[in-house]
């Protein structure tokens, strides 16, 4: 058996709260003393002398515990009842607010006894099932428990549902906190399977102040590295670890693991989501060992479903939002088809069509000039005729280059209009100024020299354009696009009646 002294250096120790005496053998002694923690939990000081401070301590009855809510001052009659060896064990009161529990005990020692009285901060949820049978109060801790739960849970499920996607994120973080709040874990965690489901990700912690995180080093891991875990996880929905150092030699890469984290309990829960695994939710407790209840079981499970839930639906949702993306693409890319000339790429008459009305209505809106353009290939029939094909949608392609180059400005768009025709909308400008880009174009034309053997006019090829315009002052009401291209038409006709390779302007009729 252990001497005084030695069970002094021990009791100093001890993280829970002491007020002891030591009787020994015929000699009756009565000095009290108190170790470190209970100077802590009492807010006793080492200035003052101990007993006059015990004396004045108030023991109040914890309000959540007393309908009556009265404040007892129980003096330090209980901490004289352990000292004189009576049984003390009290869960239903607080010193400055804070729970505590406190319970008395006689240790024997070779040379006499210890007497002393244990203080616990009480968390009423890590010792439901330390409770004796037929304990009432336990019983009612628990009830009350379990409904501050529920309430909890009800409450973080209302917030869920009215949660928009991109708060989420802020939520799941908010309930691991209220789980690690309510279960008085050290850390609470979310680890979710990728794709492929063989590797797994910590996607979201918390951690109790002071306890340090360990999201950024457990990314991407395999099931080889905790296969015993993960084993459990698969099979059995659940892992649970009261205690770290009673590990079995099955699970010592996980041993090895939780020791490095300094982890001595652990539970985690499997998420479901549509029958199949996806995670699961885990709390650590670092800063001691915990006993994990069937209480603190269903309480994770419970957070796990509701988790599970909302990123289920996130996942629903983003994997709608890109169907929903890809499918604007898709449609963005085959509206651009639908518009374009498949040989040369400029806009097709259906779309040249609707522009030129959309600008026609603008022009005529704002009062603005309004200029277009239908230009030919001159005796493309004998290039095609001597080149062939082929050669002829070469050229067609090469004048196509130099149009979109040549017309670049905002509102101007080149169309093919049919074969080896082109017509040109040109919003902003008057005809004066369209038969200027028209001559200018016809120059860079005849730098590119398209050899053309068969033209009456040049010995490359040439083009002749016929324009016309809104007029700037008349009314402008009555005049339609059909109008526009007929006057264009004829200027054009005109160009090739008076020799080709020329402008000819038109002002409308
Ligand atoms: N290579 C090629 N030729 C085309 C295409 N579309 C129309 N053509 C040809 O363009 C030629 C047009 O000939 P015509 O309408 O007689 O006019 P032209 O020979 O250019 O004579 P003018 O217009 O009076 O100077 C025809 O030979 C058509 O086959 C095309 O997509 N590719």
Avoid at 19 to 26: E, K, L, P, T, V
């Amino acid at each position: 058996m252990l001497l005084v002294s030695d069970y002094q250096v021990l009791l100093e120790r001890l993280p829970i709260g002491l007020i002891y005496q030591c009787h020994r053998a015929g000699k009756q002694f009565s000095a009290t003393t108190a170790n470190q923690a209970a100077y802590k939990l009492l807010s006793l000081n080492g200035q003052q002398d101990l007993q006059t401070q015990l004396n004045k301590i108030e023991f109040e009855m914890d309000p959540e515990l007393s309908s009556s809510a009265k404040k007892i001052c129980l003096d330090a009659t209980l901490i004289k009842q352990a000292m004189n060896g009576d049984y003390i064990n009290r869960r239903d009161l607080m010193v400055d607010s804070r729970p505590l529990h406190l319970q008395s005990e006689i240790i024997p020692t070779a040379d006499g006894e210890w007497r002393l009285l244990c203080i616990q901060p009480r968390d009423h949820r890590l010792f439901v099932q330390a409770s004796e049978t037929g304990d009432i109060l336990n019983a009612e801790i628990s009830l009350r428990d379990t409904l501050a739960f529920d309430k909890l849970i009800s409450r973080l499920s209302t917030q869920f549902i009215n949660t928009s996607q991109k708060d989420v994120e802020p939520r799941i973080n908010e309930t691991l906190a209220a789980l690690g709040e309510f279960c008085q874990a050290d850390r609470t965690y979310i680890f979710q399977f990728n794709n492929q489901l063989n590797k797994q990700s910590n996607t979201h912690e918390w951690v109790r102040e002071g306890i340090t995180q360990h999201i950024d080093e457990l990314q991407n891991l395999t099931e080889n590295i905790l296969p015993w875990f993960f084993k459990h996880i698969r099979q059995e929905g659940i892992f649970v670890i009261h205690d770290v150092d009673k590990i079995p030699e099955a699970g010592a890469s996980e041993q090895a693991l939780f020791r490095l984290e300094d982890i001595q309990s652990v539970i985690c829960v499997a998420m479901y989501a549509a029958g199949q695994l996806i995670g699961f939710v885990g709390c650590d407790m670092v800063a001691r060992q915990r006993q994990w209840s069937e209480a603190d079981i269903r309480r994770i499970k419970l957070v796990g479903e509701m988790i599970a839930n909302a990123l289920q639906s996130q996942r629903y949702l983003e994997s709608l939002e890109q169907t929903r993306q890809e499918l604007m693409s898709v449609n963005q890319r085959l509206q651009h088809l639908a518009q374009k000339d498949a040989l040369t790429g400029l806009a097709n008459r259906r779309h040249f069509d609707n522009t030129l009305d959309m600008e026609l209505r603008r022009a005529k809106r704002q009062r603005l000039p309004l200029s277009l353009a239908l230009l030919d290939i001159d005796m493309f029939k004998a290039y095609n005729d001597h080149y062939g094909h082929p050669t002829g949608d070469a050229a067609l392609k090469s004048l196509s280059l130099l149009l979109q180059k040549h017309f670049q400005r905002s509102g101007e768009l080149v169309g093919r209009y049919g074969g080896e025709e082109f017509a040109i909308i040109l919003p902003g400008r008057t005809i004066e100024q369209a038969a200027k880009d028209f001559a200018q174009l016809q120059t860079k034309l005849a730098e590119q020299a398209i050899t053309h053997p068969c033209s009456t006019i040049t010995n490359s090829l040439t083009i002749s354009v016929g324009i016309c315009a809104l007029p700037l002052e008349n009314d402008v009401k009555q005049i339609t696009t059909t109008r526009l291209i007929a006057n264009a038409d004829q200027a054009l006709y005109q160009a090739k009646k008076e020799g080709r390779n020329r402008v000819i302007t038109r002002p409308i009729e």
